[in-house]
């Protein structure tokens, strides 16, 4: 029996961790929830599930009905270290999860981490501890699972796949014009608005490719990106000998939260079973870098280091959060992310503090840069 607190319950990834749980009740036991402002889906999952420990956001317990007695309301941070908690699901999003991932990994817990923004802003501060996270995206998981029984010297590069998100048949003129309604509509998987807009602009390419650096400690020029519109292939890992290994389901993330709460366990799982035959075709394409600049920014950024990769994050966030608003248009959040990055002056070694600072400097920045570009309209 695992133990299993979920931080971000209440999302996308939350709650695909919870039907994963509720598959599994001789396997995994929901012992934590945290969720931000969907009081009314966190009570629910709290009469269902029974856990001993829960954080809400607005602290508002009176909001939360009925079946309450025995929790105990912790701070993430106190939450994570429990001794009654084995792994910790981090499903948030955003920088909050930085502190609770940080607390558990030194508590010695597993972190099984679908949080793009801790593995991207505080990568270099996390190495200590790589053991101990458990990838939970697509990619990311499939490279783990075609990475086992192979040596890191048998490895020559790592490979993900990108669906080319809602815009990939739009000319750039076309994207230039583009409402967030449409870029909200992704072909293949549904998910969050953060990140279904930057899987339009591939800066969720571009910050995979960052994690994918972070998780298995491969260089930049080794880690690439191949267009591949089908999200069948999630991901692949070519060998020194020329051998590929492929990892391919069908896009669903209950697949991968799965793997990662029961490793190195198989279990019959949810996700439907893929079937080639109904596919019929699989493509593959060159991804065309001038036409995506968010990627080449990410890597960029990656290669840096230092508190670059935190000021694209945190860039990334403001500009794409003004975006959804109408406050910029899609192209302008390259632009906005380029130019942030371009002011930033990095302060030496990475820390902890100057990570949190380089995060809240690119923060006011970016929104700078932003009311600037609404007063030049
Ligand atoms: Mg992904």
């Not at 948030?92 to 991932?101: D, E, F, I, N, V």
């Not at 409402?179 to 800066?203: C, F, N, Q, Y």
């Amino acid at each position: 029996m695992k133990r299993i607190a979920i931080l971000g319950s209440t999302g996308s990834i939350g709650r695909q961790t919870l039907e994963v749980a509720a598959h599994l009740p001789d396997r995994l036991q929901v012992v934590g929830l945290a969720a931000g402002t969907n009081t009314s889906l966190l009570t629910e999952q709290i009469n269902r599930f029974h856990p001993r420990f829960v954080w809400h956001s607005r602290a508002a317990r009176t909001d939360l009905a009925g079946g309450q007695e025995g929790i105990a309301w912790l701070p993430l941070e106190e939450m994570v270290i429990q001794p009654e908690v084995d792994l910790v699901v981090m499903a948030t999003s955003g920088k909050a999860g930085l502190g609770p991932t940080l607390a558990a990994l030194q508590a010695g817990k597993q972190v099984a981490i679908a949080n793009k923004e801790v593995l991207v802003m505080a990568g270099e501060l996390l190495l200590p501890w790589r053991g101990q996270l458990l990838p939970l995206d697509s990619e990311h998981s499939s490279l783990w699972q075609c990475m086992m029984g192979e040596r890191i010297e048998g490895i020559s590069r790592l490979v993900l796949t990108a669906s080319g998100g809602a815009l990939r048949d739009y000319s750039v003129d076309q994207m230039a014009r583009v409402t967030p309604g449409e870029v909200l509509r992704h072909p293949t998987w549904k998910m969050g608005k953060k990140i279904t807009v930057d899987s339009a602009t591939l800066m969720n390419k571009g910050l995979e490719i960052i994690e994918t650096h972070v998780l298995f400690g491969m260089p930049y020029d080794r880690i690439g990106v191949l267009l591949h519109r089908e999200s069948i292939v999630h991901a692949m890992v070519e060998l020194v000998d020329g051998m590929v290994k492929a990892a391919l389901s069908l896009p669903d993330m209950r697949l991968p939260i799965q793997f990662a709460l029961t490793y190195p366990d198989r279990l019959a799982g949810l996700a439907p079973r893929l079937d080639l035959r109904a596919i019929g075709r699989l493509s593959f394409a060159e991804v065309d870098w001038a036409r995506y600049p968010c990627l080449g920014l990410a890597v960029e950024a990656g290669r840096q280091g230092g508190t670059y990769p935190a000021v694209l994050s945190a860039a990334d966030e403001v500009a794409v959060e003004a975006f959804l608003r109408g406050r910029l248009r899609f192209l302008q959040i390259g632009e906005l992310v380029e130019a942030v990055l371009a002011d930033h002056r990095a302060a030496g070694r990475a820390d902890l503090a100057s990570v949190v600072a380089a995060d809240t400097w690119a923060r006011a920045e970016a929104g700078r840069l932003v009311e600037r570009a609404l007063e030049r309209v």
